[in-house]
């Protein structure tokens, strides 16, 4: 069964402007962990952001936050005055209730100048 | 540069070989994971190891085996090649068992003719 949902392949966002990526998953754990990477064309995953479902706040790094709705099983991730540098795919993770992972198939974002 | 290194970056093969992949994680990072990144099946979680022993299991082969040696490093090796196989292997490596401090390597690009 799928576990993390990623409906967006490809989405364009004007440079200086916000986007949101959307994931939702599936899980009828408790407990569990949500997490966004970034693959630039270079091929390297880099980690950027992490949301327990425990944390009463939506995370936040620096640009980045994720809003995450609990009861929807969503977690958007916002990516704020978008720079060129931002074109990659983005990936959602989890839900990860021990180490298992599991991987959205991705969206490719494209920052036009 | 995130600190986990992987060998060889490129690596051509034919069906039915067998090769070994080689992840040193960071300094001081007790676990090591493995991912296979395809067209066909996207990324998906193979393994993960924790100071020597194997910790939570993935999509993984029979054909394709891991183990974590005491100087913490991993091979991951893979048999009995088919073109399907073809795909990046990353590596990442965590301080503790918590995949959300994880730092992934470079990885290997793997093409099976």
């Known amino acids: 069964a799928q576990k993390i949902t990623q409906t967006q392949p490809g989405m364009f966002v004007q440079e200086k402007e916000a986007v949101t990526l959307d994931c939702t998953y599936d899980?009828?754990?408790?407990?569990?962990?949500l997490f966004w990477y970034k693959q630039p064309s270079s091929g390297e995953m880099i980690f950027l952001i992490y949301?327990?479902?425990?944390?009463?706040q939506n995370a936040t790094e620096g640009r980045y936050s994720l809003n995450f709705q609990k009861a929807r099983k969503s977690a958007n991730l916002v990516i704020s005055a978008s720079q060129l540098g931002d074109s990659a795919m983005y990936f959602c993770?989890?839900?990860?209730?021990?180490?298992?992972?599991?991987f959205g198939t991705g969206t490719s974002l494209t920052v036009i100048p | 540069d995130s600190g986990v290194t992987q060998t060889p970056k490129h690596l051509i093969t034919a069906t039915g070989q067998r090769v070994t992949l080689r992840c040193s994680p960071r300094?001081?990072?007790?676990?090591v994971y493995w991912y296979q990144q395809s067209l066909d099946q996207g990324l998906q979680f193979l393994i993960q190891?924790?100071?020597?022993?194997?910790?939570a299991k993935g999509n993984i082969l029979e054909r394709f085996s891991a183990q974590q040696f005491p100087d913490l490093h991993s091979e991951l090796n893979l048999s009995s090649l088919e073109l399907g196989d073809s795909a990046l292997y990353f590596c990442?490596?965590?301080?503790?068992?918590?995949?959300?401090?994880?730092?992934f390597g470079p990885g290997t690009r793997l093409l099976v003719l």
């Open positions: 990442a490596s965590s301080v503790d068992l918590r995949p959300e401090t994880q730092y």
């Open positions: 899980t009828s754990d408790q407990s569990y962990g």
């Open positions: 949301q327990g479902s425990y944390d009463e």
């Open positions: 993770a989890g839900p990860n209730t021990g180490n298992q992972f599991y």
């Open positions: 300094s001081g990072d007790l676990s």
């Open positions: 190891y924790y100071n020597g022993e194997e910790r």
